[in-house]
């Protein structure tokens, strides 16, 4: 079964900082990928996804998001927070080519942007 | 556009006490799935159905019981509330594919007392 890693439970950072949250899985073969942002109170949203093509991919509100298949990586960036990107994200995958569609998610990452 | 509609919003049952959580999509997805969410623990799956009349067990399963008698609908049962199960429980719906992502209801946050 596939595993995700989020490293920072909790980052902490000014507006206009450059954001960079990590994310490795565990599986060696072919996977979906996915970034779901959570704002305070609310469920949660798609930010952006990768499942082929190009694996530098661009999401809502600025983030974009890198698949290295090497480092089993899929960081999630922002050259610039707001306010407003305060949120837990969370890293998912899924592995069609073992037969799941579940997702499985990361511990999450709490993102706190200080004005 | 209603998504995926969760109810009730807001619960607190008795140890003991049995409840049913409901979802409904509208979006036509074939699968669904019941997670909870931890503080610190992420998203668990709980358990999920693959289309109407079909359930299977998630990661963790034990003390829940769920039905797809249509397709729209994905229930959620605790026959015997622990304290262990106070949580937010997240409904979600998805296409037959796996590169399709799921959409979140807004969840239900249970407290067992």
């Known amino acids: 079964a596939q595993s995700v890693s989020q490293h920072n439970h909790h980052v902490i950072l000014s507006e206009a900082a450059s954001l960079e949250l990590g994310c490795n899985y565990s599986y060696g073969g072919t996977v979906n990928l996915f970034w779901y942002v959570q704002y305070p109170g609310q469920h949660l949203q798609l930010l952006l996804k990768y499942f082929s093509g190009d694996p530098l991919v661009k999401g809502i509100k600025g983030f974009e998001a890198e698949f290295i298949k090497s480092k089993f990586s899929f960081n999630l960036r922002k050259p610039s927070v707001q306010w407003s990107d305060t949120a837990e994200y969370f890293c998912?995958?899924?592995?069609?080519?073992?037969?799941?569609?579940?997702?499985?998610f990361g511990k999450g990452t709490k993102l706190s942007v200080i004005p | 556009n209603a998504g995926v509609t969760q109810t009730p919003k807001f619960r607190v049952l008795k140890t003991g006490q049995s409840m049913t959580l409901l979802c409904a999509q509208d979006?036509?997805?074939?699968?669904m799935y019941w997670y909870r969410q931890d503080p610190g623990m992420g998203l668990r799956l709980i358990h999920y159905?693959?289309?109407?009349?079909?359930?299977a067990k998630g990661e963790v399963p034990d003390g829940y019981n769920v039905s797809r008698l249509k397709k729209q609908n994905f229930l959620l049962g605790l026959e015997s509330a622990a304290p262990s199960q106070t949580s937010v429980y997240f409904c979600?719906?998805?296409?037959?594919?796996?590169?399709?992502?799921?959409?979140f209801g807004d969840g239900t946050r249970l407290s067992i007392l």
């Open positions: 979600a719906s998805g296409g037959v594919f796996g590169n399709q992502p799921q959409h």
């Open positions: 979006m036509n997805h074939e699968y």
């Open positions: 159905s693959v289309g109407e009349g079909t359930t």
């Open positions: 998912a995958v899924n592995a069609p080519g073992a037969g799941s569609y579940q997702l499985t």
